[in-house]
């Protein structure tokens, strides 16, 4: 199996404030042609340091795809120096020049001339169209070495991906195909959800399965190869299937839908509604349902009560009720969501009420305590849970907890 | 100025699910020492690239660190390949075992004897003391060059970072001083605020000046170098001072706080109430605002009103106004601001209506179409904006515009 390696060239990609994600959509698309990624490098627009990578990478790696560095400034150096390293010298290439000018002009913009440097191609590299922007894309056979050059902007770069460049990657990848697969899983922690599984999965060494903890839950990650799709979709049915067995009910997504998409699925398909009654989350429950396009249709309304009186006047929640078990406790959650649900008319309501933090906490409720409740036609339920971290953390897992409660509890 | 290179060491860093970001926290770190990051690489567990990769940084960076493959598995492969490349064999240090066997004892364990390479440096190494985790770090001068290797946990990593290895390179970045700046911009796009300040910041060569548009807002990084911090600050309140004169109301953070922390520290100055009514943005807006810790002191309550008869029950919207304007429309905006506000009693109402799409535009009204509003005690006023994008985008954008109109009507 061939692999392949990615460099991200960009001075911004060095600073503290961005990250190089067009690897990791590249990387999804390559693995998905059974080439894996061994090394990913992030270079400036340093003429220095991408030459001494781009020569590393070509030794030692089979495909070399470089993103970025492709325009019109003084700054965009992957032109020169892969035309340096390549020793390949530029050629300007009439025709490109030419739709680079008719796509300025169908903007009624004149071309201001650092944009012909666009058009130098080095020796005996086919260029890639680019219907979204004006730099072209690279592609030169160097060797055994298959250099691809794709233009940054994740708009520019996708598309030119897609359309010219995974064709001649699925011809290179030949006879290897890899397939993959996720579940995602709700109310158990990481090592509860290994103990289940490990002793199924430890037994295949095709697929290989990788277990990540993703903020607020735990996705199960299933790669086989095989030499057909049909076949790797064998070996994965046979080990997903198990693993879906022994977690039962906690898996809630197996084609990689978040929790607020398999929420509306559910709603959807049973006709039902829902609306939310908010403290500690703040509205970041009402936030993720509606999400989801489309979730007008079942999502009536959110109420964020932060504010005892507000409990009261929009939810119906007793006054007495907050003053003997507190804002934060069992009654109260489940009060709201019981209010929510008959004010909104909803066939299911959700009341979230706890403590986020930093400060609010005591000994007897501290910072983390949350009550998630669930209100139905007929009945009405809740969690008590005690939640690690930092106030943000402390919303995104409480939030998850209302949300597979409802899912537990009236969407399966 | 001395410059470094970082190598991340894992191979979940290659796979489409995780991005590298102990980089980013330790580019922030090194920047403010006047240490540029010229190149990250991701490698997995991997000896072979893991070898090339490091020999190239040893003989291109007078600082190299390594995160991560530190650990007590035959995965964790840092400390043999640095042993190799440096041609210093391992040697167990007898007082590294014995304090990671305190630790396990401590936590009423006992060492599995895998852990005992942890306690393996290569000859002449110093070890880093780990206080959150068993795996010591390494710092190793060879020749020229300073290689520190740190564990991946990032809670592992940072410790030892500022307490082991910033004073080393104190000494090392020596006379040349970094400081940065950021200035957080809103209601302008990236090349609106460019026009306005290119004039001023392209006669400084020191500092520079980077513009990001960052999700939905502008941010404007300023870099100083200069013997001195005071120098360094001195250029920056001279370039800085300028540009935010050219901006005025557009920038509302000086210090990186977000748009709802600088909202909340107005509100608590000014002793005012808020509360919000939202449409699409589906409890965003309030979501935001109770992100700040303390936020429970002003705001006061959300409502998430999708359904019209909500909007008329939850906040007092006429229902002739709905029917007359139509849901998505200033006027209804307006109307859901000042029900929040009087409802709630707050001394801001913010609402916003609009359509986040992907269905449900017309071409009266299409998706992305989406009115802000804010109310105070004497003035109602709303924006009309038409913004690009996907529903998040939209939705995120549009929370952008409300928060930033609150702000600047009632908070400046």
């Known amino acids: 199996m061939p692999h392949a390696e990615i460099i991200a060239i960009g001075s911004e990609l060095l600073t503290p404030f961005r990250s190089d994600t067009n690897s990791l959509w590249l990387t999804a698309e390559l693995n998905a042609l059974g080439i894996a990624v061994r090394r990913k490098t992030i270079v400036g627009d340093d003429e220095l340091f991408l030459e001494e990578t781009l020569r590393d990478a070509l030794r030692n790696s089979p495909i070399v795809i470089t993103t970025g560095g492709l325009g019109p400034t003084e700054d965009d150096i992957t032109r020169k120096v892969v035309s340096r390293v390549t020793q390949r010298p530029l050629v300007l290439q009439a025709e490109l020049l030419d739709r680079i000018r008719q796509q300025f002009a169908s903007r009624g913009l004149v071309m201001s001339p650092n944009n012909e440097r666009q058009a130098l191609v080095p020796r005996d590299a086919a260029p890639l169209r680019n219907e979204y922007g004006t730099a072209p894309g690279l592609v030169i056979q ?16 996708r598309p030119m991906f897609t359309a010219q460049v995974r064709p001649k990657l699925e011809t290179l990848a030949g006879s290897v195909r890899l397939r993959t697969r996720m579940l995602r899983v709700a109310g158990l922690g990481e090592s509860q959800a290994d103990s289940l599984i490990a002793p199924i999965y430890t037994r295949y060494a095709n697929p290989t399965t990788t277990i990540l903890f993703n903020n607020t839950e735990v996705e199960l990650h299933f790669t086989a190869t095989a030499p057909s799709d049909a076949e790797a979709d064998a070996l994965l049915d046979e080990l997903v299937g198990q693993v879906e067995e022994a977690l039962g009910a906690n898996v809630f997504s197996h084609r990689g839908e978040t929790l607020e998409q398999i929420i509306g699925l559910r709603l ?4 039902y509604t829902i609306a939310t009654a908010e403290s500690c989350t703040g509205g970041l429950v009402a936030k993720r349902l509606t999400d989801v396009p489309g979730s007008s249709q079942y999502f009536l309304e959110g109420v964020v009560a932060y504010a005892n009186e507000a409990k009261t006047r929009l939810l119906g929640v007793p006054a007495e009720l907050i003053a003997e ?25 959700i009341g979230v009420t706890g403590i986020a933090g930093p400060d609010g906490g005591t000994d007897e409720k501290p910072v983390g305590l949350v009550y ?4 139905g036609d007929f ?20 939030s998850q907890a209302a949300l597979d409660l409802a899912r537990r509890s009236f969407l399966l």
Chains 1, 2 share one sequence.
């Open 142 to 157: 160097e060797g055994d070495c298959l250099l691809i050059a794709l233009p940054g902007p994740p708009r520019e770069m």
């Open 268 to 271: 959807t398909v049973k006709g």
């Open 325 to 349: 078990r507190g804002a934060v406790s069992a009654e109260v959650a489940e009060a709201m969501a019981a209010g929510i649900k008959a004010r909104a008319g909803a066939t299911i309501g």
């Open 372 to 375: 998630v409740a669930v209100a």
């Open 379 to 398: 009945v009405t339920t809740h969690r008590k849970i005690i939640l690690p971290g930092d106030r943000d953390r402390i919303r995104h897992l409480a």
